[in-house]
Every structure is written in structure tokens, then in C-alpha cells.
């Protein structure tokens, strides 16, 4: 589910907040407030839409001025990132860029796109009215004088209440707030559309990802999902009564997290999506805050959410690694790329896998596993510091109901009628763009897992192995079910098997924030200098999409 607040042109996984300040303002001048300036050259022509889908810009007068050489220009987020990027793409073999770099560009763009790491306290307009930990705070829990703060929320939850007002925020002029209904298929259908077009995509537009109408019902409605939580913003109807186009969305889902000992009822935030050419109408800041209204509204006063920026201030950070499973595919595709002093012959054996599991006793998951791996699961997390809580009916939903199937692959190992194994993963496909013909990737992501290994006396010692017997199977199970590709953070135990299964590291960083929530800082698998470290897990038990 997953992102990061937008980058590249593309949505992202993002925040919710809210500040307490004052609400006569107009909204459309608190979100020029909120986010940093953009650069007019490059958004300045596009105008809003004057109707529903109708799209106009302006275009300069001025005489043709000699052409100068091509400089590097700067691509701005929804959030203010600058970052400069080449007009231009290298046409020569050595551009062909390999796996690892190709998909964190994605996962980057997915999860808030700048790799660059922060600017001044100062400059964070938007979050310096929000509820988080500022960076000044030397520690999460302690004031600039050395003074103590308390773990919990930031605002108490009467100052949140008050703070939700009973209508949302006017927008700018041409457009209009909408709920989106992913009860129907022309609902769920603008959505796909939405996301596919403007969500993420690599900066040199060769792949998109690409979330089926299946991943989103599933991601969208688990156990006690709420309309409101669904966000849009729409041009205005036409006169005839027609809905405007669909050109911003966020999302909410509900969850119950577990912060070291505390159960907090929060909102995890997702697929933040704003029409490519409308990005200079700062949206993302008036969703954002309407999303958090909503929560307000509902007595949900905490959030979860990711992203690659690194914003005020994240609890931990983890890092992207991939395994190759078809690299044959992955070359023709132009997402690997052959290493000098090898063969395409090499790199197949590289990655080769047994055609058969070798765990003794793993089999697909049925619904009536969900109370054994709910015992299992539960207990498996509680060994982490930020874990999520299932009921009976969330876990069946996310792992073994109508809406998973074709989604998440999950399976367990029972031995003796017991449950004592749990691996998972779920399918996010993307679409190459300068293929000659139709092509996609097939991701799978690695979804919640467990095992009774942990619990051990001899932990220490049999944990890695187990992990990492589980996981072969699960690449072996991936690629016999065609995905091209396996990927995996440094969240739960991953830092125990990603080396010993030839998974590679991306190069950039996921961020994991929480909203309105302080707590000290969690460890993400990962040592200062972003190389994989098992003795900093323990952080991060929850994850998402």
C-alpha cells in the first residue's frame, strides 16, 4: 500500500495534518503559504480547466529569442523540492540503466521522489504548522534547552476535535470538492485512470506504475473504510449536471497501530495524486489538510504515512533492495543492464532458482488459517517497536478474501495441525512506455511474514536460517507465478536473508513518519550510513503499501 509530498510529476505517499491557525484566511492563499514556491518557467502556462475534462493554456507572443545551449532545469514538487534534472537523455548504450537504479527511481517517485537529503527548519513552511517533531528537537523527546517531552500526541485530542471544522475549505476558482464512490465501477475506474496517468512515473517516462482496479479495492476498503477518506477534487460540473474530471485524490484507511506499548486508533495515508499540469494550484497541501479534517471529524486524531523526502521528522528510514527472478526479461526491457566481463548467460545463472520449495509443509493459506497466523502474526510483531493490530476480519481481507485473490500470494507451513509460518507478497505491475510492443513488469513485494523461529531459545542462531529458507521459497513461488522482480525494505528481519538471497541494494531512502505522535526514534535496519545493519532492527513491524 505505500509513498511518498509528490515528486517527478507524480503522486505519492504522503501525510495527513492539520494545524490550529487562523481558518478566516482564504483557503487558496494557505496553501500558497504552505508549500514553497514553484518554478513559474516551467508551470506558469497551464491554466486551470474550464469545464469538465476541457483543458487550456497560454501561449507566449514574445519574438523567438537565439536559441542558448540546454541547461539543467529545476523539476519542483507538490511540496517545494527542487531538484534539477537534464533536459536532455543520453542516447548511448552506457545510459542503460540496471534494475537496481530503475526501480528505486520508482520507488522514490512513490514515496515522495527527492533523494536529496532536507534544507533548513526554516524552509519547511507547510510542516511548520503541522503537529510533528521539528528538527531542532535534538531528540524526538527532548526540547532545544534539554527538556523533556512527553511520548504521545503532540495536540491532545480536545484541540484536534475543536480544530475540525464543519465544512471543508474553499478551492480555488474552477474546482470542487468530491467523495469519491469505489462502490461503482465508473468510481474505481476515474481512480485507475487518475493514478495511471499522474501518480508515479520515472523521470525519463519509461515505466509506469501501474495499480490495477483489484489492487486498489483491496488497498481502499478494508474493515471499516470510510467514503470520506476517499478525497477528490474535481473541475466543476458543466451545465448539464456532468461530474467534472477527476484531478486530485488522497486517501485514508483505517488502522490500529501499536507504538512501542501504547494502542493508538490512526489513518494510513495514501496515493496523494495531483493532475501533472495542475501542480502550480497547490493542491496537495488543501487535500492534505481535508484529509485530516475528515479524521478530525471521525475522533481520529494520528496518522502513519512514508515518503523518500525527508521531512520534519521521521520516527525511522529503511532502504529499497531488489532480487532479480526473470532477468532475461528485465534486460530485453531495458531495466538491467549487462556488467562488463559477463554474459547474459552469467547473469541467468546468477539468478537462478530451484524449480521446487524445499520447507516441508507450505501450502497456500486458506481462511481457515486466519486464527493461527493471526495468533502467530500478532505474536511474531509484538517483537517490534511500530506494529499494526488485526482483527479476525482485517487479516482474512488483506491476506485470504475475494478482494486478495490475484493480489497478495500468501502462504503457511502447519506441521502437526500448527501454523508456524507465515510468508506473504503482493503483485504491483508496471507498464513500459518505450517498449515497441505492450510489456510489463511484475513486482512482488514482500508482505507480512513470520515464524515460530523467533520465539526459540536458540533464536539467535535459528532465526536467520529459517528467514531465509522461507524467503527462497517465496522468490521460487514468485517466479513460477511470472514476476520478473522481488523487492523488500530493511523493515521486520529482512537484514537477516538480503544478502544470502542476492537481493541489491537501491540507493535511496524510505522515510516512515507518524502524525500528531511523538515517540523516540525507531531503528529501520540500517546504520548511519545507509548500509544494511541487523543490530538496528526492531523498529519498524508494519507494512505498507
Known sequence: MADKVIAKGAGAKSAISQEEKDVSRP?????DEAVEDEDDEDYDQVDAPTEAGAETSTTST??????????????????????NISTTVAQSPSSSKDIQNILQQLALAQSGGASREGKPQEEYKFWNTQPVPKFKEPNLLQTTNGGS????????????????RAEPEKLVDGFEWDLLDLETDDGMQELYDLLYNHYVEDAEGTFRFNYSIEFLNWALKPPGWKREWHIGVRTKAVADGKKGKLVAFISGVPVTLKIRQKVVKATEINFLTVHHKLRSKRLAPVLIKEVTRQCYRNGIYQALYTAGTLLPTPVTTCRYFHRSLDWSHLYKNGFSHLPQRS??????????????????????????DVSGVKALLIKYLDRFHLKQEFSDEELTHLLCSDASKGVVWPYVVEQDGEITDLVSYYLLESTVLKATSKSTIRAAYLYYYATTAAFS???????????????????ILAK???????????????????KEQKFEPGDGKLHYYLF??????????????????????????????
Open 27 to 31: 483557503a487558496e492563499n494557505e496553501a
Open 62 to 83: 514574445k519574438p523567438k529569442k537565439k536559441r542558448k545551449p540546454k541547461k539543467k532545469k529545476k523539476l519542483v514538487t507538490e511540496d517545494g523540492e527542487a531538484k
Open 149 to 164: 517531552l512527553p511520548e504521545g500526541p503532540i495536540l491532545p485530542d480536545e484541540v484536534c476535535k475543536a480544530a475540525a
Open 343 to 368: 554474459t547474459e548467460a552469467m547473469q541467468v545463472r546468477k539468478y537462478f532458482l530451484p524449480s521446487k520449495t524445499g520447507t516441508k509443509g507450505l501450502r497456500l493459506m486458506k481462511v481457515e
Open 457 to 475: 531459545p536458540n533464536a539467535s542462531t535459528t532465526l536467520q536460517p529459517r528467514l531465509s529458507s522461507l524467503i527462497n521459497d517465496a522468490l
Open 480 to 498: 513460477k507465478d511470472n514476476f520478473h522482480v522481488f523487492n523488500a525494505l530493511t523493515l521486520l528481519d529482512n537484514p537477516l536473508f538480503l
Open 516 to 545: 500528531n505522535w511523538r515517540t523516540p526514534p525507531l531503528g529501520g535496519g540500517v546504520d548511519e550510513k545507509n548500509e544494511v545493519d541487523a543490530s538496528k532492527m526492531g523498529g519498524v513491524g508494519v507494512v505498507m503499501l
